[in-house]
């Protein structure tokens, strides 16, 4: 069962440059979520969708964009990277509103 | 105030021991309570759902009280296997919708020894 999946598992970032963080879920499941966790902090929710073709904003949107073209794909933008996004992001699912989530193995994010 | 607060720890206790975390939240409104654990560097996992009445999965017992806006978790017979980070996770409408959103503590650590 893959779950959740999310690539790259880790990157180095240039101040300035950008890229996309790949998640995927093969459960059906039609909330997913993305978090950044920061060293010692809890996770902090980012952006979240509840549908395909559906997403809205977290607590700390700001420097990041989604999109939800399928059921299975979450990716998140980081258009022009800076060192405050260095951190730990996880993207989670859940199949049905408040229930319990089912968190990717996480990508870990320099940005130098 | 934080949305959910926890005592960060490090709980260190040896194997056998009882140990128990606290968790506050400020929103009355909450709806659901859960206890995460996240091994380091992993990503985090449900251990146990919270109920109003309490609930026990094993060695672990979980506690709601709604009045004083607090849940705990009790660990008894700490294994070594149990040292990792818990996460108190609890749920409410995402502003301006009716959708619910998980906020989580900071974690309490907890390194059990032999």
């Known amino acids: 069962n893959a779950g959740v999946t999310q690539t790259p598992k880790f990157r180095i970032l240039k101040i300035g440059q950008s890229m996309t963080l790949q998640c995927t879920q093969d459960m059906n499941h039609n909330y997913m979520y993305w978090y950044r966790q920061d060293p010692g902090m809890g996770l902090k929710l980012i952006y979240y969708s509840v549908g395909a073709g559906i997403t809205d904003k977290g607590e700390v949107p700001n420097g990041y964009n989604v999109s939800r073209s399928t059921t299975e794909d979450f990716p998140l933008r980081l258009e022009l990277a800076a060192p405050s996004q260095t951190s730990v992001y996880f993207c989670a699912s859940t199949s049905a509103d408040r229930g319990i989530q089912y968190f990717g193995a996480g990508t870990r994010l320099s940005v130098l | 105030r934080k949305e959910v607060e926890q005592d960060p720890g490090p709980f260190n206790v040896p194997e056998g021991a009882t140990v128990a975390f606290n968790c506050t939240y400020s929103n009355s409104a909450s709806q659901s309570f859960f206890w995460y654990r996240q091994d380091c560097r992993k990503e985090p996992k449900l251990l146990m759902s919270v109920y109003s009445s309490g609930n026990e999965d094993g060695r672990f017992t979980a506690q709601l009280n709604r009045a004083s806006q607090y849940i705990s978790l009790l660990i008894r017979d700490s294994k070594l296997s149990d040292s990792a980070t818990y996460l108190c996770?609890?749920?409410?409408?995402?502003?301006?919708?009716?959708?619910?959103?998980?906020?989580f503590g900071q974690g309490t650590i907890l390194t059990v020894h032999p």
């Open positions: 996770v609890v749920t409410s409408n995402a502003g301006g919708t009716s959708y619910g959103k998980l906020t």
